[in-house]
């Protein structure tokens, strides 16, 4: 048997507290160290997010997807061009940053149902975007769908006027 010299036993004690600290759960950054650090400019309220990024940009997305079927006959609304893609394409990653800005905090309504919404304005612009590279018309109209069905729940659940604003326009 060998013994252990006071040496041996420090050089010992000293490996498995570096094994120990090595195994350890890394420290993370407490939510307050990081917000403290970051701050963003949201002088522009939500309001005007929505009605000079977002509307106008969804707008485009709406107005270029689809069909019009009336008197006159049967009009496919999607792009024809490269350029045309490639500007729905961009109008698309406004939508997406768009999500992004509205789940900034100075912006964000709450951390429930806002972020999902948010982020779900995010996800149907990534849709969007794809289909207008790969030009895929059916996919670009779901991406479309997508969009319109977030902003609908969004709109009934934080603003329920600006629906029936909409209805009374179209009933003038």
Not at 32 to 58: F, G, H, Q, R, W
Request: with cysteine; hydrophobic share 45%; proline share 3%.
């Amino acid at each position: 048997m060998t013994r252990l010299n006071s040496h041996s036993f420090k050089a010992i004690a000293v490996l498995l507290l570096l094994g120990l600290a090595a195994c350890s759960a890394p420290e993370e950054a407490s939510e307050n160290s990081v917000d403290s650090k970051v701050s963003y400019n949201t002088s522009i309220d939500v309001k005007e997010l929505m009605a000079l990024v977002l509307e106008p940009a969804s707008d485009i997305l709406w107005d270029s997807g689809g069909w019009v079927v009336d008197a006159s006959g049967y009009e496919e609304l999607y792009p024809t061009t490269d350029d045309g893609w490639a500007y729905v394409r961009a109008q698309a990653a406004i939508v997406v940053e768009a999500g992004n800005m509205l789940a900034l905090p100075g912006r964000s309504e709450d951390n429930d149902a806002w972020q999902i919404y948010s982020e779900g304005l995010s996800s149907a612009g990534i849709l969007a975007m794809e289909a207008a590279a790969a030009q895929n018309k059916e996919d670009f109209f779901q991406a479309g769908a997508q969009l319109y069905s977030v902003c609908t729940a969004c709109h009934q659940a934080y603003n329920p006027d600006i629906n029936s604003r909409f209805v009374d326009e179209e009933a003038d």
